[in-house]
Structures are given as C-alpha cells and as structure tokens.
C-alpha cells in the first residue's frame, strides 16, 4: 500500500493525517502552537516550533495509523496565508514570523497608497490594500529594521517555509503567493513594479510553482528522524481556504463554504475577475491557468461561540441547533461583524450587532437570527460572485459549523440553493493530500480523484422559505445600510 500525508499548517495549530490511495483516512495528529502578543498590536510566531510541530504531527499521525511509515510516498502542506519570515542562507529564521493577525504596518500602507492608488494595487494583486498583507510588512521591516531587511536570504511564508525544511528548496505556489500582495495575479508573476517600489531582489522570494508540482525530495536526515520511505516526494501545497475548497470538490457549478471560526466563499473561474468596487478579492487558483474569488465573514462559527459562551453558559451546540429548530426569527436580524465587515461591504466603524430585540424574543429566535444572518452574508457575497460568471449550481459546505444541519439548511432556503455537507471537517488536509497524490504520481489531477470526496448530507432548498427569505434578506441588507452605509 502506497499512502500520502495531508498537512494543515494553520495560525494556532498543525494537523497531520495519513491517507490511503482512495483517500480514505487512516491516522492523524493535531498539535497546537502559541501566537506571541506583543506590545503595538505586534502579534509573532516562532517559525522553529512550526517545524517541530510538523515533524511531530506526520510521525503520530503514522503511528496512530498503525500502517508502516515506509508506505509515505508523498507530503503535500495546506498552509496559512500571508504570514512571512527572513531566514538566513541555511534557511534557519533570522526572527520571529510576522503573523497576518499583526497590524503593525498601517502606516506602511499609506505609505504605499501615497504611490500606488487603491485601483492600481487590486487590478495587479485583486486585493484592497490593507497592512494585514505581506507586502506592507515588508516595507515595514525595511522601514525599522533595515540591516535585518537586507542582511535576509529569503524572505518565506509557512509553506514555503516547511517546504524548505523537507527538501532544501524555496518554493511556493500561486495562491500562497497571491496572498501577499505582491503578485500580478494577471500574469501570474512578483510585480516588477512593487518589487522595484520595496528596492528587493525577486531572488529573495520563492519560486513559484503549480501545486501538485514536485518541490524535491524529502531530506535522507528527515525521513531517518520520521522513518518514511527516503523516495517520497516532497509536493508543493497551497494556501489552506484554497486547498480546502479543493478537497471539497469546488467545481466551475459548484462553489465552498468553509463554515469555522471565520466562513471563506469561494468560487472557481477561468480569468482573473476582478470586482469593478473591489468588494471581493481574487486569487490565482491551485489549478493552472484558473482562478478563485473568495468572499469572507470574518466572525462566522466565531459568533456562534460568542453566542453561546455569552447567553448560553453550559449548552451545547447541539442544544442550540435545538433551540432553533422550529424557532421564527421574525423580525429579528443578526450582524455578524463581531471584528468588523469584511467582504462585500467593507463598512468602517462596523460591529456585531442583533436588531430588533423585543420584550417577547426567545431564545431560540436568537439562535435562529444568527444562523439567518451568517446565511444572508453568504448571499451576498454570492450574489456578487453569481452576477459575474455563470450560474452556480450548488454549494459544499465543511468545518465546524457544517456540523449544525438546521444552519446548513438555513443555507440553503437562503441563497435558493442546494447544499452538500461533506464528511470531514479537514479538507484542507484532504486537500493537502490530493496535491501529494499528484507530485508523487499517484494521481493525474484533482478532477481525477472528486468522486472520492464523501458527503453525508444534502440540504434541498424550500420552495415556500424562497419568497419569505427573498423579503427578508431586502430587509436586511436595507438595515445593514442604514446602520453603517
């Protein structure tokens, strides 16, 4: 038996699972690491712990398998975005990684806004400018910490990073790279122009690959400490919401709803679309010559946990999937902007918010508004999405808030469209997974292995819900404007 290793390289945590050639999982591992806070709203990672994690991770994930570590024919990493470090020529970190939670290069982005406009960043890159990117970053290191700027080898995101460690080479793929900033997702190339502006070698990034691509092989050193086949390939990866809408089954009728802490929406094209008010962002996609929009709802499971923890001590969400249940949220609305509104709207000074509390509101209406309103964001985002491409056909639905059908159906009966819920909760690892079955030759491409994907629940829109729904969601996205516009 041949089998592959799936890794997540997430902001808090990395997950490993071993997978056999149908996909199937066999063993896995989490482990979780710290974000350093430190003052100025300055938020790091020790890039270090990261590769011991990992290491970590596929070693107990192939020993909870109970399948022989010299099966592994191939690694692939799903990987968090825009997170950055300056390693040295030996490619050990020169400091911390710069998290893409920290906000310390605001300034930076005026700076770059003072040369470049709004519209000439999100036409190359098809993203706002914002200092959450790799791009300001950078300059905010050259503006504070020069020597450390220029004294750098490579400047590496996590992938590229763990990449790196596995097989000695710098790489990274084109949603990795699209994350950043700094990559014309045109031409699917660095910008020579914001290089030029930042005064860097392009020599000083990774190469950028097609994922699914064979990056190297792993280091002998490296699978002696992990006791895997010395042969396996090392695959180049993807950023994790892209290597999750992958092992969804995305599809050019079928758009992802990764429903976690935050909700990405994400659809496939085959040109770059580029939003004329820069409501939604565009990536360069894990396929060649394809890309992906992505919408996001910045607090999706995340209000549902502040919900329950804040009005709910005690219950389960199972228990407030049952409050739901049959509950009427009337003329009850909920605002998910528990950290501002992201897309499509972008509203400064934004918050979360319910509207329309009354004297006589149940809890169960409660729940039931904010499944609601979670489901009128994804609307919206869709309906943007939907306004420019062909039509949609469905939608998949995993992470954790994929596990509450009444929500999954409320889904549903708001866009007027089916909803698929997947399996497994880890797509990004499946993902992951898929990629290294690709690299390593065991696979052709990802359409080669969709109908592996599992899904275990169907959501059939309610005809009579559409013009109740309908009315509700004009409601709602009046109110919205009326509150923030």
């Known amino acids: 038996m041949r089998t592959l290793v799936g890794i997540d390289l997430g902001t808090t945590g990395v997950r490993s699972i071993l997978y056999n050639e149908n996909l199937d999982e066999l063993g896995q591992d989490y482990n979780e690491y710290p974000l350093i806070f430190l003052p100025g709203n300055y938020i790091e990672q020790d890039a270090d712990l990261w590769w011991t994690l990992v290491k970590k991770s596929i070693k107990a994930a192939i020993e909870n398998s109970g399948y022989p570590a010299e099966s592994v024919v191939g690694i692939s990493i799903s990987s968090q975005g825009i997170s950055f470090l300056p390693v040295d020529r030996d490619c050990q970190p020169m400091s ?25 960043i999100y036409k190359i890159t098809g993203k706002r400018a914002n200092g959450v990117y790799m791009f300001p970053k950078l300059l905010w290191l050259k503006n504070h910490q020069p020597r450390l700027f220029s004294d750098a080898d490579h400047f590496l995101m996590p992938h ?21 900033m700094l990559f014309d997702i045109n031409k699917r190339c660095w910008s020579p122009a914001f290089l030029q502006f930042l005064g860097i070698d392009e020599a000083k990034l990774p190469i950028v690959a097609k994922a699914g691509s064979k990056a190297g092989v792993i280091f002998p050193e490296v699978a002696w400490e992990l006791g895997i086949n010395p042969n396996a ?4 990866g993807g950023q994790d919401q ?3 809408a992958a092992g969804a089954g995305i599809s050019d009728g079928v758009a992802t709803i990764s429903l976690g802490t935050a909700a990405a929406i994400t659809r496939k094209w085959s040109q770059p679309k580029l939003d ?8 360069a996609d894990i396929e060649e010559n394809r890309w992906v929009t992505e919408g996001v709802i910045s607090t999706a499971a995340a209000s549902l946990k502040w919900l329950r923890d804040t009005f709910f001590p005690g219950k389960s969400y199972g228990d407030l999937d049952l409050m739901a249940e049959g509950a009427d949220a009337g003329s009850l609305f909920f605002y998910p902007h528990l ?8 509203y400064a000074d934004s918050c ?5 509390l009354h004297l006589n509101t149940q809890p169960g209406a409660m729940v039931q508004a904010l499944f609601e309103g979670v489901a009128f964001q994804v609307r919206e985002n869709i309906e943007i999405m939907r306004g420019r491409g062909p039509a949609i056909q469905s939608l998949r639905i995993f992470g954790g808030g994929a596990k509450s059908m009444p929500w999954c159906n409320t889904i549903a009966n708001v866009t007027n469209l089916p909803v698929d819920v997947l399996s497994t909760a880890e797509t990004a690892c499946l993902g992951a997974a898929m990629l290294a079955g690709i690299g390593s030759g065991l696979f052709s491409s990802l359409s080669e292995v969709q109908h592996l994907i599992s899904i275990i629940g169907h959501c059939i829109p309610d005809s009579k819900a559409k013009v109740l729904y ?5 409601e709602y996205i009046r109110i919205e404007k009326k509150l923030w516009a």
């Open 242 to 244: 892209k290597c999750a």
């Open 470 to 474: 309908d009315n509700k969601y004009l």
């Open 276 to 283: 004329e008010k820069m409501r939604i962002s565009c990536f």
């Open 96 to 120: 911390n990684a710069i998290s893409w939670l920290d906000k310390r290069a605001d300034g930076e982005t005026a700076e770059l806004l003072s040369r470049f406009s709004e519209e000439q």
């Open 160 to 180: 590229d990073f763990i990449i790196s460690k596995l097989c000695g080479n710098y790489v990274t793929d084109y949603t990795m790279a699209s994350g950043t």
């Open 233 to 236: 390939a090392i695959v180049v």
């Open 352 to 356: 979360g918010c319910f509207y329309g």
């Open 339 to 346: 950290s501002g509104a992201s897309t499509p709207n972008w």
